[in-house]
């Protein structure tokens, strides 16, 4: 769910970006020369969706998960997929081969994929415009993983009431919510904004969360009110292998206080201990042993994967 890694320098401008190859509306093109109209709805509405894909080994990590939530969210918005998912796995795998030879890496580092899709160039008007050709845009960026000091001790989050919209199942680039759920955690030096509505847990400012009481991994349902990430999938995989309960529910912000342990999913943080919420210690207070299960399923998962 997460894209803050996926930025150079906050400072970096014009020619400070990197040079490497991006993908913008069927050519190839440096990343520091791409450029999209201003009309453009994504620019000028947010009116597009997007998606973050892990890579490693050079390969794409659970791609055609991640292409089907894509086909979801563009269905939201009523714009056709423009490629295939074939095409798109082809455009992905060039760019990270491109990422690969730049960097001058003897084997292909860790990145990320970023794809974005807007409706379109047209004049501004808050309808939906048709007959316009979507906006296409791939890049692909060195991942930075979380440091193995946060693994160790796990990580503090604040919490907040979610005031973003209830259409937070689109993976959508309006993502101003996001920004201003975020900055509330980062003001503090935290990792994450655990969020709520109507007292009922939601996600995190750019994570699922999930919470362990009695071994059993809790997740908010799937619906309109959260993004269903892709590790939704891979952690009920990983808990049906482990021998751990997984169940999808209502959790009230009670019991995610009293849980035993609370986790972090997304792309960039894969599985992530909080050990602080609030200042208040979860659980004991150190990452407990739900997840160093989910943690080592998911790395023999990414070691596994097939090219």
Known sequence: MSTSTLLHPASATGT????????????????R??????MDRGFIFGDGVYEVVPVYAGQPFRFFQHMARLDRSLAELRISNPLTHAEWREIAQQLVKDFTREAGAAT????????????????????MTSGVAPTIFVMTNAMRPVSAA??????????????????AHIKSTSLLGAVFSRQISADVGAMETVMFRDGYLSE???????????????GTPKDHLVLEGIRYGL???LCRAA????ELRR?????????????????????????LLDSLAVGNGQPGPVYAQLYAGYQRAKSEQAP
């Open 16 to 31: 400070d970006l990197p040079t490497t190859l991006c993908y913008l509306n069927g050519a190839y093109t440096a990343l």
């Open 33 to 38: 020369e791409a450029k999209i109209s201003v």
């Open 108 to 127: 292909p580092q860790d990145q990320l994929i970023y794809i974005q899709v807007s409706r379109g160039v047209a004049m501004r008007d808050h309808v």
């Open 150 to 167: 946060q693994r160790a001790t796990g990580v503090a989050c604040v919490t907040a009431d979610d005031f973003r919209w209830e259409k």
């Open 204 to 218: 995190a400012a750019a994570s699922n969360v999930w919470v362990v009481k009695d071994g059993c991994v809790l």
């Open 235 to 237: 952690i009920e995989e």
């Open 243 to 246: 021998g751990l309960g997984f």
């Open 251 to 275: 959790i009230s912000r009670a019991e995610v206080f009293a849980a035993d342990e609370l986790l972090l999913s997304s792309a960039t943080k894969e599985i992530l201990p909080i050990t």
